[in-house]
T-cell receptor, first 113, second 108 residues
Framework: EPEVTQTPSHQVTQMGQEVILRCVPI?????FYWYRQILGQKVEFLVS????????KSEIFDDQFSVERPDGSNFTLKIRSTKLEDSAMYFC???????????FGPGTRLTVT | DAKTTQPNSMESNEEEPVHLPCNHS???????IHWYRQLPSQGPEYVIH???SNVNNRMASLAIAEDRKSSTLILHRATLRDAAVYYC?????????FGTGTSLTVIP
């Protein structure tokens, strides 16, 4: 069964450093998403991406965040200058179409020290 | 973001049905009702979704009130593997806003 994959599973970085989280969505899916979940808290929507552009973003997704689909398979989330409060689990998801079910990856745990 | 209200936690005995309620009194006509669950240390997993009519799939059933202001996720026979946090989400457009969900404990 096709699945969303994410790499790395765990990333440790120092405050102020740039990180890139990678995702490979399910191959025939057209919509892509990033979410984050701070330990013990709810899942928070960050951004959705369709047709090579951001379709919606939350207040959390400020100028230090960016997303890109650099090729036909990868979907990346870049955090330019990490802060301690960026420590969280980051989930990528994809769906065939809008308003359809989303398939989530296993997540990348980001630890900012 | 559209709001949903769910109980913080529920318990069920194994192999018994579970009814997980969700209130969404501010739902708009174009909002779909989605249910996801999150097992410990995993990403959210799709369970079921609907717009107006009740829906059934291999995992669960979704009962939607006639006025659409509430819905109920029904697990027909709870197993230990169903222990998870269940999220009821209203979806318009390309974003999901998760609430705090209902933590379901299944008692052997």
């Amino acid at each position: 069964e096709p699945e969303v994959t994410q790499t790395p599973s765990h990333q440790v970085t120092q405050m102020g450093q740039e990180v890139i989280l990678r995702c490979v969505p399910i191959s025939n899916h057209l919509y892509f998403y990033w979410y984050r979940q701070i330990l013990g808290q709810k899942v928070e929507f960050l951004v959705s991406f369709y047709n090579n552009e951001i379709s919606e973003k939350s207040e959390i997704f400020d100028d230090q965040f960016s997303v890109e689909r650099p090729d036909g398979s990868n979907f990346t989330l870049k955090i330019r200058s990490t802060k301690l409060e960026d420590s969280a689990m980051y989930f990528c998801a994809s769906s065939e179409a809008g308003l359809r079910e989303q398939y989530f990856g296993p997540g990348t745990r980001l630890t900012v020290t | 973001d559209a709001k949903t209200t769910q109980p913080n936690s529920m318990e069920s005995n194994e192999e018994e049905p579970v009814h997980l309620p969700c209130n969404h009194s501010t739902i708009s006509g174009t909002d779909y009702i989605h249910w996801y669950r999150q097992l410990p240390s995993q990403g959210p997993e799709y369970v079921i979704h609907g717009l107006t009519s009740n829906v059934n799939n291999r995992m669960a059933s979704l009962a939607i009130a006639e006025d659409r202001k509430s819905s109920t996720l029904i697990l027909h026979r709870a197993t230990l593997r169903d222990a998870a946090v269940y999220y009821c989400i209203l979806n318009t457009g390309n974003q999901f806003y998760f609430g705090t969900g209902t933590s379901l404990t299944v008692i052997p």
